[in-house]
């Protein structure tokens, strides 16, 4: 079990009993008032659970004061409404706020901060909300027009079939829901295979009512498709396949299918692509997943607990609810192959199937889309952002574009997670919110409908730069003027927290010739990550991790004097040696800003095990020097003058990635570890460095 720093549990301590005294001792005062503008958060839960949470900004909220009561409403940052409040009561420092339907906000006045807990029939409905006061009212906000020109107008009624089955070859029956536009067509088709949601009515109007015959279909194992092992994914190239010929055969259709899906749903589109499928014109896949061994389940062959909640989300026919379960706590106790259960899952065969192949081996093989690439045929449109977790469209991008003849790809990256722009914490300006949906439709009312609109002739690369906060149009991914540069790590021997002598530099390593730290597996590294939300990359504040945590090493450049832009792919190469047979060594880049805040860029991982190759697992010599290569991910920022680059190097960010118990063995399912002793090279003869691709300016 991971036990908690004493000194931050006894800070803890002390801060509770002192806001518990000063709460009994506090003269009871005026509630403040709800008139006015606010920021509004949402988290998941009801109720707070251990671990780190995302209080993420999610909208805005006004209100004004009509005789005793108060109207006004919350909104989503784009506007959307969240709730629109028609009724006010107040007691004390409580307010309930209710709404049209069934959903209400029960809150609490902890200051001039507004929090409470979103309810439906007047139970918690899986969220908490807190309301922070704003000094000018919030605008919402619009789209941006990243690819400009006419697009196919909402001009058509729509038709729908909520339940529609198709038969596979082996005679598998897979439910669809099928929208139609009205008319006499022929009509394009748009598909999106999935395991999530079939009956998807905004979807369906939405591509229906521009000309497209929209069709959301279940996989096996899912509500009422036939099969019953989903997350094995061994049919879904072939049904993948049988569907797009299906699709481009119903009355209507004009023979040209497109392909969407957003996560789990864009691997899917994938699958079906490698099938090659004759009547598959076009696919535009959002965030799509890459490949087993590369983000879910294992990270470059480390595996990711925290994929416990897309687990427990998918346990069953139809979507689980996992709002209210307690991951944090859970994952601190060993073996890792029981999370499931003791969260109340029950027994989930995915989660035994994943831990059953812990190499990178025939299975996983069979089950990568890059083992099959060369075989798409079809042009591909690939969305994300950069801090989006599911790293496909980059690696898919980057196999894809190393075959002879490929098809014609184009990638857009934003500056969004997995679920959005709002999940990332700043402001990145007017051009930072872009519509999906309008970037597929106009791929493919040319690839589907022939519409000669020159998206086929456009620069192929849109690029998000943080900092500059604007789009750029670039000719080719990667950027071929972008300038390998080493930054270097070096320090007197005392580089441990931010408060150390680690220097981050592009001259070449001076001073002493290693670092030291020691890792324990009982009290990791941590990552700051909330367990219930499925955002595993986001740019959190650091600044207290840096300063407190003695098992990392921190190395930290000069304030800069003049903007540097890093856009691209990034990696790091460690020199180190440690006294157990396997280990971590896990590389986080950060962007240090003048106040001294340290918000994460990217991180990545090598297990010492498959530094020669996720194959096979080849056990340390007990000191030994090894070199390591790890890749870093991507980003797209302009580092501003004043700002300076940080590197930390540690052997744990748990519960990003699972704790290495240091033994060699199963790191799954022991529950037995050790206590490694690591050094970290950073001398003439083994420089260790990152590698960042510069962007002359």
């Not at 991951?327 to 065969?349: F, N, T, Y």
């Not at 990359?537 to 650091?542: K, R, T, V």
Request: glycine content about 8%; aromatic content about 10%; proline content about 7%.
């Amino acid at each position: 079990m991971i036990s908690p720093r004493p000194a931050r549990v006894h800070r803890a301590r002390l801060q509770l009993a002192f806001l518990l005294f000063a709460g009994a001792c506090a003269t009871p005062a005026k509630a403040p008032s709800l008139t006015g503008d606010w920021d509004v958060y949402l988290v998941r839960g009801s109720v707070a659970r251990p671990g780190f949470e995302g209080w993420r900004r999610m909208g805005y909220a006004h209100f004004e004061a009509h005789d005793s009561s108060v109207a006004g409403s919350v909104n989503r940052r784009t506007g959307e409404p969240i709730l629109a409040v028609t009724h006010l009561e107040a007691k004390a420092d409580t307010v309930t706020l209710s709404g049209t339907g069934n959903q209400a906000i029960a809150a609490t006045w902890r200051g001039d901060t507004l929090s409470g807990v979103m309810l439906a029939d007047g139970k918690p409905a899986g969220q908490r909300i807190r309301f922070v006061r704003r000094s000018t009212p919030f605008v919402a906000e619009q789209p941006f027009l990243l690819w400009p020109g006419p697009v196919s107008d909402s001009q058509y009624a729509v038709t729908e079939d909520t339940l529609v089955y198709m038969r596979t070859r082996d005679g598998a029956k897979l439910a669809s829901y099928v929208a139609r536009p009205v008319g006499k067509g022929p009509f394009g088709v748009v598909l999106q295979r999935t395991p999530y949601t079939r009956i998807l009515h905004p979807a369906g109007q939405y591509w229906a009512s521009r000309g497209y015959i929209f069709i959301a279909q279940h996989v096996r194992g899912r509500d009422v498709s036939d099969g019953n092992d989903f997350g094995d994914y061994d049919t879904d190239v072939r049904d993948g396949y049988d569907a797009v010929e299906w699709a481009a055969k119903l009355p209507g259709a004009n023979g040209r299918v497109g392909l969407i899906g957003h996560s789990d749903e864009g691997r899917l589109a994938w699958y079906a692509a490698v099938s090659a499928p004759p009547h598959l014109a076009a696919l535009a896949p959002s965030a799509a997943t890459s490949d087993p061994w590369r983000i879910v389940p294992y990270e470059d062959m480390v595996f990711s607990p925290i994929n416990v909640a897309w687990v427990c989300l998918m346990r069953a026919r139809t979507l689980q609810n996992t709002n209210e379960l307690d991951i944090g706590s859970e994952l601190a106790h060993l073996p890792l192959s029981s999370l499931p259960q003791r969260l109340g899952c029950g027994d989930v065969p995915l989660w035994d199937r994943w831990l059953a192949h812990s190499t990178l081996d025939a299975y996983w093989r069979a089950h990568a889309v890059t083992t099959n690439i060369a075989k798409v045929k079809a042009p591909v449109l690939q969305i994300a952002g950069w801090y989006d977790d599911s790293r496909g469209p980059i690696d898919y991008t980057n196999a894809l574009l190393a075959v002879p003849g490929h098809p014609f790809v184009r990638l857009v990256m934003g500056p969004g997670a997995h679920k959005g722009v709002d999940y990332v914490a700043g402001e990145f300006g007017p051009e930072s919110r872009v519509e999906t949906r309008r970037l597929q439709l106009r791929w493919f009312d040319h690839f589907l409908l022939g519409k000669d609109n020159g998206v086929d002739r456009e620069p192929p690369f849109d690029d998000f730069v943080f900092g500059d906060d604007r789009w750029r149009k670039e000719p080719a991914w990667p950027l071929a003027r972008a300038v390998p540069t080493k930054w270097f790590l070096s320090s007197g021997g005392r580089a441990n927290t931010s408060a150390g002598d680690g220097v981050l530099d592009t001259l070449a390593p001076t001073g002493a010739a290693s670092d030291t730290f020691t890792y324990d597996p009982a009290r990791p590294t941590q990552f700051l990550i909330d367990s219930r939300e499925l955002e595993t990359s986001l740019n959190e504040d650091y600044t207290e991790l840096n300063a407190s945590e003695h098992d990392a090493l921190v190395f930290t450049s000069k304030p800069l004097t003049k903007p540097i832009e890093v856009t691209g792919q990034m990696s790091a190469t460690l020199w180190a040696a440690s006294d157990a047979h396997d280990t971590d060594w896990i590389v986080m880049l950060l962007d240090v800003f003048p106040d001294g805040h340290a918000q994460r860029v990217q991180d990545g991982i090598v297990r010492a095990r498959f530094r020669q190759g996720y194959e096979k697992e080849v056990p340390l010599t007990l000191g030994s020097v090894e070199k390591y290569d790890i890749d870093l991910w991507f980003t797209s920022r302009v580092f501003e003058p004043g700002h300076r680059l940080r590197v930390s190097v540690s052997s744990a960010l748990f519960p990003k990635y699972d704790r290495n118990l240091n033994t060699g063995g199963n790191n799954e399912r022991d529950s037995t570890f050790i206590v490694a002793h690591q050094r970290l090279l950073h001398d003439e003869g083994h420089p260790s460095y990152i590698l960042l691709p510069v962007v002359p300016r």
